[in-house]
């Protein structure tokens, strides 16, 4: 069974920065995209970004383009998400996703899912 486990999250001031971490059970090279999706209550899980097997071709959701930069250590099993100038609409909780076959943009069709960080944007 495939874990992925987030650290990272927190409370932050609007404008402030967090990053994110997500290590993997195994070797990163399994999966196609690895990646973020975050949700907060009363919505749907979003898709916020991914980045493929060898560390390329980040994509990101349009709201975070500019402030967030997603990588790839795969000699640690590890993604990062680098988040700048945050908003207090990022405020959610973040999950680490992974799946084999590529990331797509519902979340029912992403296979592993990490438990969630909790971020808290201030004002």
């Known amino acids: 069974q495939v874990q992925l486990v987030e650290s990272g999250g927190g409370l932050v001031q609007a404008g402030g920065s967090l990053r994110l971490s997500c290590v993997a059970s195994?070797?990163?090279?399994?999966?196609?995209?690895m990646g973020w999706y975050r949700q907060v209550p009363g919505k749907e899980r979003e898709f916020v970004d991914r980045?493929?097997?060898?560390?390329?071709?980040?994509y990101y959701t349009h709201s975070v383009k500019g402030r967030f930069t997603n990588s790839r250590d795969i000699a640690k099993n590890t993604v990062y998400l680098q988040m700048n100038s945050l908003k207090r609409k990022d405020t959610a909780v973040y999950y680490c996703?992974?799946?084999?076959?590529?990331?797509?943009?519902?979340?029912?069709?992403?296979?592993?899912w990490g438990r969630g960080t909790q971020i808290t944007v201030s004002s």
């Open positions: 195994e070797h990163t090279a399994s999966f196609e995209h």
């Open positions: 996703v992974a799946d084999p076959l590529g990331i797509v943009l519902a979340p029912s069709g992403v296979n592993y």
């Open positions: 980045i493929n097997r060898s560390g390329g071709s980040p």
